[in-house]
């Protein structure tokens, strides 16, 4: 599966036309700008409204969504049958929306089975929208999937053995996953207009200012004069970034523009520089406060505070990072890595000036969620609206008018494409979650996991880790984590693993196919942007992230490291041994020259110290 770098760079160019530019066509930009500040303020209206029916707000939400993917996205003008087919089935689902929500008050009342020709009508409808949706925003294999469960669920009654079930009437079957709170509607689709949907859009305005600046001026000026400066620079600045970012291949493409070619000009080989940017950008994913939309959709999955996950999850992303900034640092004693010269250090100064843009939304959302009562969406929008007035600043201080309005145009396109996008994803996902509880279809996978583990935990972990690395290889992380957990969760937790533990297990080995071949999605960008062969990035980036294959085992086997609020001085001692034992591993799988004898030594050791059952 070899591939350029000019392949590499042309899914760049693709990717970057899937980005909506509509530069060329002032009246899409128009359109685009209207769309934009409808979905926003849609989703910011749904914050403050109090309680709006579901079979509203959920419909509505898919409607925004269409409106994004069927017709202002770059797919609706790929060639006449495209740009055709996706007017006619975008125009129909809005219609199949919209009979949804006006019709709301007699579809509650039919508990899930539909009456009619009409009503079967907008159920396919819908369900058709949904899948061709997931295909042209994240491609055809989570709609293949979800195509394939709803087939199970209409055909399995005559599926002879165990995977079998007892059959469901069509207008029930097709009437839970369209007019009720099962399928389409689900609690899945409810965190996303709720939630994930503001915490999208703030780091959209974010992203849209002087954010960058500021954490870049950070991270250089205090990882810039330690050996492999210009390396640590990309893992502190990534790790800041995915504070705010949480989605991996952004992290990669925004920073790694910066990082990778400062790393290349100081005479780091081409394929550790893109490695370095690849692992780190990896961490966003999992770096708290946002971590993703995946971390919300655990927290509804769990019924548990969305800040108990954060703070659970800060010691495991903090020891990932450890184990990148140790492997950075062993490839520095290899190659000879320099720091950076005091003149190439942004200064104090700067970081001053740029470092509160960044700041004072990211201190918002924490205050707010740490020391206040209000809820997660309420903490989103104050920590936008700061944002929004922050893009009035420039750099050096002075208020312009014009910057303000052309940054406010980008976050809100930029933040209802990637509303859009996730809506995708969640919604198509909530087919197969809402099949899966009407057939029992994944009691009955959790079932075979265990008999072939034969209920050990050992055998258990292996296999939830395997599913989880090949279902991220296609999908996106958050889809793969949601097929995953419904699937080997309840396995997990059958063999003693407690749910949240489970939860994060399957969420972190998801990101895996992130830098692990054949897909490593991570690594291609950074290669592209390297201009180097994607193989070698590949290597390295697997062992630059040994931290994502090991911090998982880590807090299985060292339960205390995600009680960090519960019993702090357990958790950070678990997180000595871990890390420590992350130190030992990441100085054995890169090497120093001429010391094989320490390597031997740091193999099993490191090993022990991160398997051996501890606090």
Not at 136 to 156: N, W
Not at 482 to 505: D, K, N, Q, S, T
Not at 577 to 585: A, D, E, I, R, S
Request: glycine residues 10%; hydrophobic residues 55%; charged residues 10%.
């Amino acid at each position: 599966m070899k591939r350029s770098s000019g392949a590499v760079q042309q899914e760049q160019q693709a990717a970057a036309e899937e980005s909506y530019s509509y530069a060329d066509r002032p009246w899409v930009q128009r359109l685009a700008l209207v769309a934009a500040v409808v979905t926003v303020g849609f989703h910011l209206w749904v914050a403050f409204s109090g309680l709006i029916p579901n079979l509203i707000t959920r419909p509505a939400h898919l409607a925004l969504a269409i409106l994004w993917v069927f017709f202002l996205g770059i797919a609706a003008s790929r060639g006449p049958f495209q740009r055709w087919s996706g007017w006619v089935l975008g125009a129909a689902g809005l219609m199949a929306c919209g009979y949804i929500m006006f019709e709301r008050g007699g579809l509650i009342r039919q508990y899930g089975a539909l009456e009619g020709g009409l009503q079967i009508a907008v159920a396919l409808v819908l369900l058709a929208t949904v899948l061709e949706m997931a295909r042209r925003a994240i491609k055809a294999v989570l709609p293949s999937v979800a195509l394939i469960v709803l087939l199970y669920g209409y055909f399995g009654e005559h599926i002879p053995g165990t995977f079998g079930h007892a059959g469901i009437p069509t207008d029930y079957y097709l009437g839970t996953l369209t007019i009720t709170e099962a399928g389409l509607w689900g609690s899945l689709t409810g965190i996303s207009v709720e939630v994930i949907s503001l915490f999208i859009i703030l780091g959209a305005f974010i992203s849209a200012g002087q954010a960058g600046t500021g954490f870049m001026a950070l991270a250089t000026q205090l990882a810039g004069r330690l050996r492999a400066g210009a390396a640590k620079v990309a893992v502190v600045s990534s790790a800041l970034y995915g504070t705010i970012s949480g989605v991996a291949a952004a992290n990669t493409a925004s920073t790694g523009m910066v990082t990778i070619p400062a790393m290349k000009k100081r005479g780091y080989p081409a394929p550790l520089a893109a490695a370095v940017e690849a692992v780190a950008s990896t961490g966003g994913q999992i770096m708290p406060p946002i971590m993703g939309a995946g971390i919300f959709v655990m927290a509804e999955l769990l019924r548990t505070p969305y800040t108990e996950i954060m703070v659970a999850a800060s010691l495991p992303a903090v020891l990932f990072f450890v184990a990148a900034w140790m492997a950075v640092h062993t490839y520095a004693l290899r190659y000879d890595l320099r720091s950076l010269t005091r003149e190439e250090l942004p200064g104090w100064a700067l970081v001053v000036r740029t470092v509160p843009f960044f700041l004072v939304p990211f201190g918002i959302l924490i205050g707010a969620l740490a020391f206040t009562g209000y809820t997660l969406s309420y903490a989103a929008v104050f920590a936008t609206a700061a944002t929004w007035l922050l893009l009035f600043v420039q750099e050096g201080g002075e208020i312009s008018l014009s910057r303000w309005w052309a940054r406010t145009e980008k976050a809100l396109i930029s933040g209802s494409q990637q509303v859009a996008t996730i809506a995708a994803v969640i919604i198509c996902a909530g087919i197969i979650v809402g099949v899966f509880n009407m057939t029992g279809l994944g009691v009955k996978l959790t079932s075979m996991i265990l008999s072939v583990a034969g209920g050990e935990l050992w055998a258990v972990l292996l296999l939830t880790a395997a599913a989880s690395l090949v279902l991220g290889m296609e999908l996106p992380t958050t889809a793969a984590y949601i097929i995953c957990v419904a699937v080997a969760g309840p396995a997990l937790v059958e063999v003693g693993l407690p749910e949240l533990y489970a939860h994060l297990f399957v969420f972190w080995y998801a990101l895996l196919c992130t830098i692990t071949p054949p897909v490593c999605g991570n690594v291609f960008i950074a290669a592209g942007i390297a201009r180097c062969p994607w193989l070698p990035v590949a290597g390295k980036a697997m062992q630059l992230g040994i931290g994502l294959f090991l911090v998982p085992l880590g807090f299985v086997f060292n339960p205390s490291l995600l009680q960090l609020g519960v019993t702090p001085l357990l958790a950070l001692a678990a997180a000595v041994k871990v890390g420590l034992g992350l130190t030992l591993l990441a100085y054995a799988v890169v090497g120093e020259p001429g010391k094989p004898l320490r390597r031997l030594v740091a193999l099993p050791a490191g090993l022990v110290l991160i398997l051996m059952l501890g606090f």
